[in-house]
């Protein structure tokens, strides 16, 4: 049955995490309570050890809460049982991480085929869902070439389209620019907004406040908890280096994205760069 347009994509209540090392206990969630919708774009920022990658475990179903309840388009992850689990897992999230997180000896497209496998496509489906996931993230000519023949930018690239080949509702991704130069962070946060405007809910943790600046909502952590949760209006992306800021500077072509199908186009908000208050 589908659910009502309401019903947010994810919702958490008094979420903690507790890590037992031996005889001590971290506690690295505190009580967390977060609704997302549908379509939104969001970054966590917070000091070192706040609690953003646990939390992010959390969102992607990789590990169980201590307590609290989590949803996920109203479904409380806590009552399914682990094929269940992995089948929601599977449906509605990507990943992303700041180490791309590859098969070093595998090919952009046995990568992102991978998780079709697992979910028992056919192998000629899978092909034909790897190649379509590949040139969305502007990757249709490097279908062959393995991790050391591609930039980082470009093995990122592979990692989102590996994430994305299921069409998830939900991206989450730790870090993703935190080993790229910035003008290849660029190229991914472009694409994150290409993939934003298609109609992807985007979670994003960062340290790096121009990342951050181009999310629509930042998610402020400290201790296990969240600080602040502010609306903002995103940020232009950074002007190139001598470049004309009135003009894109994003030195690599856009990717050749496609469309979503069935997603209901999104505008972006074209902004004065400016936090919103
Ligand atoms: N698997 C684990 N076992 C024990 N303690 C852990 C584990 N993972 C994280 N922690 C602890 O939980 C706390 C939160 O860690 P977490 O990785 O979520 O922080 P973070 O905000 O992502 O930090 P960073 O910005 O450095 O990535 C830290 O005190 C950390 O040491
Ligand atoms: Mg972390």
């Known amino acids: 049955m589908p659910n009502p347009p309401s019903t947010p994509l994810i919702e958490i209540v008094d979420l903690t995490k507790v890590y037992k090392m031996g005889t001590v206990e971290v506690h690295a969630l505190r009580g967390v309570s977060l609704t997302i919708q549908p379509g939104e774009y969001v970054a966590i920022v917070g000091a ?32 399914l049982g682990k094929k269940a689990l992995s089948d929601l897992r599977n449906r509605e999230i990507g990943f992303v991480f700041q180490r791309f997180n590859l098969l070093a000896r595998a090919t ?21 869902m ?21 930039s980082g930018g470009q093995q990122q690239r592979v990692a989102i389209a590996r994430a994305i080949v299921n069409q998830p509702s939900l991206l989450l991704a730790d870090e993703p620019t935190g080993a790229l130069d910035s003008q290849t962070g660029e190229e991914i946060l472009t694409l994150f907004e290409e993939l934003h405007s298609q109609g992807l809910t985007l979670i994003v943790v960062t340290h790096d406040p121009d990342v951050a600046g181009r999310a629509h909502r930042v998610i402020t952590m400290r ?22 800021a009135s003009v894109t500077p994003v030195a690599q072509p856009t990717p050749d994205i496609q469309p979503i199908p069935g997603a209901q186009p999104r505008v972006i908000l074209e902004t004065a760069g400016e936090v919103a208050v």
């Open 223 to 244: 201790d296990g908890l969240i600080l602040e949760d502010v609306q903002q209006v995103p940020s232009r992306p950074a002007p190139a280096p001598g470049g004309d």
């Open 108 to 128: 952009a497209m046995r990568q992102v085929e991978l998780p079709l496998f697992y979910a028992g496509i056919s192998v000629r489906k899978s092909k034909e």
């Open 48 to 79: 070192s050890g706040s609690g953003k990658s646990t939390l992010m475990n959390m969102l992607g179903l990789l590990d169980q809460p201590t307590d609290g309840i989590y949803r996920v388009r109203g479904t409380e992850s806590q009552k």
């Open 130 to 150: 790897a190649t379509g996931a590949l040139t969305r993230v502007g990757l249709g000519d490097r279908t062959h070439h393995r991790p050391e023949e591609l």
